[in-house]
């Protein structure tokens, strides 16, 4: 059980890094100390191993009667991706309910889960739950939960900017920042979870969500044609050197690997497009200025499509769940600096990318 902490004077907490403890000071304390930051430049992870994987949506009842019973309420986000769900206790799903709950997943591409008893498990029942949907990914270079590198830990207030100093914001105009979450992996993520702790004062801090399956619907015949059949270099190098730079750790190097521009679904057979500004470095096989050429146009593709974007919102106990193969999605720097943002992820690993075949 992590239990909120409560505070009605200024609370000092400390947030543990590559150099030892920070001192973070506010009007109010986290709400879940226990989830706070952990960096740690003496730890250290073997190689990622190839595992394998059968995603449990194959196994799903497509009518979803373990999930989507009696008295729960979907709400269509958008036509093209994102539903929000009240009346079902993730925490509660047998294993059947589990597997369409990676079946719906697939198919909507984002689930918003209110009023979710989540954040409250233990964190051995969080990473039992989210390890049914693939092994959990071990970040090498974000904040953990000391004592359990499964979790990806975003924080962000008035003393603590480790995300926005990684994205530049500052000197950039526009602070969306497109990625499919690690897609360097050889095995990059499927269903994956994240769950809002503490939420900015103004209700701010949502995630943008986009359908690359979608993005990919868009293209003509002939240009999805070209594109199938490519593959793409996707890179931790950036990510490494820069948690090198500022102190913090690089639990084992980067790697690169080489996945199709245009990528299948194992459980609903759609094809999406599988590039990202935040990773994808080049086509293979592609002069530079080519390669160059061709990523522009789809990440300009990307963040232009508007009509198949949705905007993720956040209140307490709300859990999102989405498909990390088949989407991209940005945070929304829109609140101020002093105030706090906190989160958590876990991250399963799915197959070896599928290739879209013409």
């Not at 994987?53 to 009696?70: C, I, Q, V, W």
């Not at 009240?86 to 925490?91: E, F, K």
């Not at 974000?142 to 926005?164: I, L, T, W």
């Not at 929304?332 to 958590?344: I, K, L, S």
């Amino acid at each position: 059980m992590a239990p909120a902490l409560t505070v009605t004077e200024t609370a000092t907490e400390n947030v543990t890094n590559a150099l030892g403890s920070v001192s973070l000071k506010a009007e109010k304390g986290p709400s879940y100390p226990r989830y706070l930051p952990h960096f740690d430049a003496s730890e250290k992870f073997p190689p990622t191993p190839v595992r394998e994987f059968s995603d449990p949506g194959l196994r799903a009842d497509p009518t979803k009667p373990n999930l989507l019973g009696p008295g729960v309420q979907v709400k269509q986000i958008s036509p093209y991706i994102g539903s929000e769900v009240r009346g079902v206790q993730i925490s509660q799903l047998s294993k059947e309910g589990l597997d369409e709950l990676a079946l719906f997943a697939a198919e909507r591409k984002v689930l918003a889960f209110r009023d979710q008893d989540f954040k409250d498990l233990s964190p051995e029942r969080q990473i039992e739950i989210a390890s049914h949907f693939g092994p959990i990914q071990r970040h090498p270079t974000s904040g953990n939960v000391e004592g359990f590198p499964e979790f990806h830990v975003v924080y962000r207030d008035a003393d603590h900017q480790r995300f926005r100093e990684y994205r530049g914001a500052d000197n950039r105009a526009i602070r969306t920042s497109w990625h499919s979450d690690v897609s360097y992996e050889l095995q990059p993520p499927g269903t994956t979870f994240f769950w809002i702790l503490d939420i900015p004062e103004n209700k701010a801090g949502d995630t943008l969500f986009l359908s690359q399956v979608e993005a990919y619907k868009r293209l003509s015949p002939e240009f999805q044609k070209r594109l199938e059949g490519l593959r793409a270099v996707h890179s931790a190098v950036y990510q490494a050197e820069y948690s090198r730079k500022s102190g913090g750790p690089v639990r084992r190097e980067p790697v690169e690997s080489e996945h199709p521009v245009v990528r299948q679904h194992p459980v609903t057979g759609e094809k999406a497009l599988y590039v990202n500004p935040g990773f994808t470095r080049r086509i293979v096989g592609f002069k530079e200025e080519e390669s160059e050429y061709l990523l522009k146009f789809l990440y300009d593709h990307i963040s232009k499509g508007a009509d198949y974007q949705i905007r993720a919102t956040y209140e307490p106990g709300t859990l999102v769940i989405w498909d990390n193969r088949v989407t991209v999605h940005s945070g929304t720097g829109d609140f101020p600096q002093e105030q706090r943002r906190h989160a958590v992820r876990l991250t399963p690993q799915a197959e070896v990318p599928i290739p879209a075949l013409a």
